[in-house]
């Protein structure tokens, strides 16, 4: 079975402009999580997703925003870029939404911008 | 708030040695689940081990195992025999029982583990 796979794998953009990154799940995966990963803060959790429905939302400015569709596939955008928005960013999915869920993670969009 | 606290930024063992790599958490809750992550360089993060708050036994993975003392809060992994593959940042992870509500994950700071062979 194929694991989550992230797209693009790199990005460079500049200030001001709009970016989005895929995540496609493990198959049969429907919840999915993203997360911002800086060598100064570290991994923060940005959003979840299942079943099409944002269900929790982590303290990001609302440049950041996400979504989810019925292929379990999410997208996270951001728009006006800034360069403290250089980061690995981080999808991760798990089957359902529950207590006995692991989490599978992706290998990671950097963008970098400039 | 919730809180994951890594207080060895680095740390460093000899092949085939042990090493214990320390975290402490904060929390009021009285259910969770406790994580460790490894994130090999440049490539993806995978989970070593977790631990059930309910459950007193300590989990264990092959050479992998922790030491859960929930009234200090506190959630080691010791890493036996150490393997030049071990080589990694680990994280230190919380997520709260909220019924099976979130799969949120809170991350501590990370460990910088080397391997010397």
């Known amino acids: 079975k194929a694991g989550v796979t992230q797209t693009p794998r790199y990005l460079i953009k500049t200030r001001g402009q709009q970016v989005t990154l895929s995540c496609s799940p493990i198959s049969g995966h429907r919840s999915v999580s993203w997360y911002q990963q800086t060598p100064g803060q570290g991994l923060q959790f940005l959003f979840e997703?299942?079943?099409?429905?944002?269900?929790n939302k982590g303290n990001f400015p609302g440049r950041f925003s996400g979504r989810q569709f019925s292929n379990s596939r999410s997208e996270m955008n951001v728009s006006t870029l800034e360069l403290g928005d250089s980061a690995l960013y981080l999808c991760?999915?798990?089957?359902?939404?529950?207590?006995?869920?692991?989490?599978?993670f992706g290998p990671g969009t950097r963008l970098l911008v400039l | 708030a919730q809180t994951v606290t890594q207080s060895q930024p680095e740390m460093s063992v000899q092949e085939a040695e042990t090493v214990t790599l320390s975290c402490t958490y904060d929390?009021?809750?009285?259910?969770?689940?406790l994580f460790w992550y490894k994130q090999p360089p440049s490539r993806q993060m995978i989970l070593v081990i977790r631990q059930e708050a309910y459950k007193q036994q300590n989990a264990t993975e092959n050479r992998f195992s922790v030491n859960f003392q929930k009234a200090a809060k506190s959630f080691s992994l010791k890493i036996s025999d150490s393997q030049l593959g071990d080589a990694a940042m680990y994280f230190c992870a919380y997520r709260p029982n909220y019924g099976g509500a979130t799969n949120k994950l809170i991350f501590g700071t990370g460990t910088l583990l080397a391997v010397q062979p």
């Open positions: 997703y299942f079943s099409e429905t944002q269900r």
């Open positions: 929390t009021s809750e009285s259910d969770y689940y």
């Open positions: 991760a999915s798990s089957l359902q939404q529950g207590e006995q869920e692991t989490q599978y």
